[in-house]
């Protein structure tokens, strides 16, 4: 593997940790309660279908992301950890940069890896959870789904027109640092 590759994973995880910050600084306060984006699912999208990530440092990126959300969301750890993985191995075994052909196909393609991200999440809750003493409505979770899954999906170009000016800056500077070095 080499340096480029493990310096832009680095590049990506930092960048990652700094959207993951300013995330929760932002939903810490605004009450948006039901249409908080998860900003990371996008992210994760974007580095399966970068050509430039190897496999090996997305997975790790993406572990690294899952695991600090876990953490920053004080969820045990493994919930978020694996989604995140998850998404990237999917993402990326089903070649979905084919699908990233405009910003109509970005928003449909969020919303949908979002949502099954989202089922995910509670399928693992429904299994290692306790059951609450006060369960909530079956429709509250799917509205609350719904409601994240659009939001992120509307989020989501923003997030891969950032990403996209990342790892052209990136790919400038090495082409800079060829010339002259």
Known sequence: MSTRAISDGFRFLLLGCALLILHNVIAGHLAIHPFVPAILIPFVIYLAVSTRIPLPVGICVAFCLGFLFDSFSGLPFGLYTLTHVATYVVSRAAGLRFFMRGVFSEITLAFIVCFLAGCLELAMRAIFEYPAPFPAEEYSNFVVLLCVSVSTAFCAPII???????????MRRQEQAKEYG
């Open 160 to 170: 891969f027109f950032v990403l996209s000016l990342v790892e052209r800056w990136s």
